[in-house]
């Protein structure tokens, strides 16, 4: 009996080991499935059973264990997407076991990580959206009647549910409050713009004016109240004061007409401007034919405002060919002058075809907007462009034929006195006296100054200063007269250079007039004139030698026949015999 108890222990026992063992088969296959791994046991068959088990259920416990873990870290994952579910209105995602797979885990990581970037971004729209609308409603003074903006303003933003129909709904809000603003501001600005012209109408008081709208601040519904009521105070003033309006609102229409460069006709087709009866309706077509040309300015501002600045450079462009002209601007140039004008007139030659281009492109566009060119005074603006530039260019033209036909007048005139014209219109520096020296000293002159020296007898100036009459035909001679009156002798022996005894040479051939019978206390020596005068080292001290002093009027004589001059005067021809120096 005891061994049969025994065996059948051992047997029970064999069983017990045999239903381990399969429960542990089954508890791999399931881990198999929910942690898709493949949990081998090969060759356990051949093992004993005791071994068996033990080896089975030490491999089991490394995989329950990694069953443990990830069905904590999808808790982990589940609680985040509660919390997204609340506040953005989502719905939980499903899945068919609570352990899931390494890819599993990594997207459904992914997916709750775009979610809350998705409520962070939200919540930061919401805040702005929210922040606007708070201040628009201090500026509104505006309160809300519905339930979803009572919430937007009043409730906490935590509260506020980020779902996507909310975020549309807080759009709408946003939207529809940034109108009501806008309206505010737009209706505000009229009544106050309504306002401002009835007071200047009306000649209302500064300190009134300044004090009203110092109180009326803003566009909120309570100041919106205020500026309607000081509206129709001044409606009512207006209606009681009605030829004042009349003739303020006439001064403006004045204004219009000439910023708009209307023409007489086009202001005497507007009849009303010339009716005596003061009355509404007098004053609404007024203030109709106002907007009208405002309206036409302002739309077209940008031609205006180049049409100005063109006429501003053009009328500086004149002003400065005009001082051009001028030849006296050259002895008034103080602080650069000239200069500056150059300068001005570079930049106007750069400024100007740049506007012209620009307001020629803003004409065609009108033109190919209203089908018809815009008018100044009645004259198309490329028109009058063109007529300008015609009118300048002819202006130089006709100055140049002038100057031309008075430098052929001078010409002539210059042809016949024996003279010449000046080539060049700049200042010539007048001749200055010469500097005086001691009777012990003499001015060195060194070789380059030697080999300059004018062989002129007397400067251009002094001929161009004398107005010469026409030649007298009594004491015109002939040179065969000159020739033989060379030969001739005066009483004491001298020849003269002269035809007439009582005559010398004409004044430009001599520093001074001859006064033969004039006897001077002075005793000059004479000097002889070679048939070949020497060129070369000329001074005044080979010339002219005196043992004493020379008389101021002698000294200025000399400085004048050796002073430089651009005119080239007509040469004496030398003498055969000896001439005396006649002073």
Not at 181 to 200: F, H, P, S, Y
Not at 342 to 362: A, C, G
Not at 457 to 462: A, D, E, Q, W
Request: glycine fraction near 2%.
């Amino acid at each position: 009996d005891l061994f049969v108890d025994l065996l059948e222990e051992e047997k029970e026992n064999k069983q017990v080991m045999i239903n381990k063992i399969e429960g542990y088969l089954k508890e791999a296959a399931e881990l198999n499935e929910e942690l898709h791994v493949n949990i081998n046991y090969d060759g356990y068959e051949n093992l004993p059973l005791k071994e068996m088990e033990h080896t089975l259920k030490h491999k089991l416990e490394s995989y329950r264990k990694i069953k443990e873990e990830r069905v904590a870290q999808f808790h982990v994952l589940r609680a985040r997407e509660v919390k997204l579910s609340e506040q953005l209105g989502i719905a939980l995602r499903e899945f068919k076991c609570q352990v899931l797979s390494e890819e599993q885990m990594m997207e459904y990581g992914r997916y709750l990580a775009e979610k809350e970037n998705e409520r962070d971004m939200r919540f930061s729209q919401f805040q702005d959206i929210k922040s606007g609308l708070l201040q628009m409603n201090i500026n509104l003074e505006f309160v809300p009647n519905l339930v979803f903006e009572k919430m937007v303003l009043y409730e906490e933003d935590s509260k506020f549910v980020l779902t996507e129909q909310n975020m549309i709904l807080l759009r709408e809000m946003q939207q529809k409050w940034e109108r009501r603003e806008e309206e505010a501001k737009a209706e505000a600005l009229d009544i106050r713009m309504k306002i401002t012209e009835l007071w200047d109408r009306l000649h209302e008081d500064y300190a009134h004016r300044e004090a009203f709208l110092a109180s009326v601040k803003g566009y909120s519904i309570s100041v919106i109240k205020t500026l309607r009521k000081e509206l129709e105070r001044c409606e009512e003033l207006k209606r009681r004061n009605m030829k004042l309006f009349v003739g303020e609102i006439r001064k403006e229409l004045d204004d219009w007409w000439k910023r708009c460069m209307i023409t007489d006709e086009q202001k005497q087709s507007f009849l009303p401007y010339f009716s005596d009866c003061y009355t509404e309706d007098l004053l609404e077509l007024h203030e109709l034919e106002v907007n009208k040309y405002k309206n036409f300015y302002h739309d077209n501002i940008d031609i205006f405002q180049l049409a100005q600045e063109r006429q501003e450079l053009w009328d500086k462009m004149l002003e400065l060919q005009q001082k051009a002209s001028d030849p006296e601007r050259l002895f008034r140039n103080r602080g650069g002058q000239l200069l500056m004008e150059e300068k001005e007139r570079t930049r106007i030659q750069k400024e100007l075809p740049k506007v012209e281009k620009k307001l020629s492109k803003y004409v065609a566009a009108y033109e190919e907007k209203n089908g018809e060119p815009i008018k100044f005074n009645g004259e198309p603006v490329s028109a009058i462009i063109e007529k300008q530039w015609n009118d300048f260019n002819n202006r130089k033209e006709n100055l140049k034929m002038v100057k031309k036909m008075e430098r052929t007048r001078l010409l002539a005139v210059e042809a016949k006195l024996g003279s010449q014209i000046p080539s060049s219109s700049k200042r010539k520096v007048e001749n200055s006296p010469a500097r005086s020296h001691g009777p012990n000293k003499k001015q060195k002159m060194t070789a380059e100054r030697q080999g300059n020296i004018n062989r002129r007898l007397f400067p251009r100036n002094n001929l161009r200063a004398r107005a010469r009459p026409e030649p007298d035909a009594s004491i015109v001679t002939t040179y065969t007269d000159f020739e033989d009156h060379l030969e001739a002798k005066d009483q004491d022996g001298i020849y003269r250079s002269s035809v007439l005894p009582g005559r010398c040479l004409r004044e430009r051939n001599t520093p001074a007039k001859s006064t033969p019978n004039i006897t001077s206390k002075l005793k000059t020596p004479q000097m002889h004139t070679p048939a070949k005068p020497p060129r070369k080292n000329l001074t005044p001290s080979n010339i002219l030698k005196t043992p004493c002093s020379v008389p101021k009027n002698i000294r200025s004589a000399q400085k004048i026949l050796y002073h430089k001059s651009p005119v080239t005067a007509p040469r004496l021809t030398a003498a055969k015999t000896r001439l005396p120096i006649i002073i």
